[in-house]
């Protein structure tokens, strides 16, 4: 019972048949699900769209405002006295 038994499991590998002791691995179908398909944004609509807010900026007038003037701080730098001002 060994290689050149072609009963058994070891003689069929090695004689590289296949039968009862040594079946066929099945094949297994697998299906692959396809992709979804992303439908395609109408362009239409956005240009629409925004022809629509031009035209809406267009009709009332944007008053512009300036920001506040930020008050001017001016930094008081204390200096070390000298040895005229301590005297």
Known sequence: MGKGDQK???GK???GSYG???PRKKQTNTIIPP???EKAKPVAKKQAAV???AKAKLETPATKTKPAAKAK???TVKKAPTKKEKE
Do not use: G, S
Request: net charge positive; charged share 45%; proline share 6%.
């Open 35 to 37: 992709k979804p398909v």
């Open 20 to 22: 009862v002791r040594r």
């Open 73 to 75: 701080t001016t930094k």
């Open 13 to 15: 590998l090695f004689a």
């Open 51 to 53: 022809k629509a807010e």
């Open 8 to 10: 058994t499991r070891r």
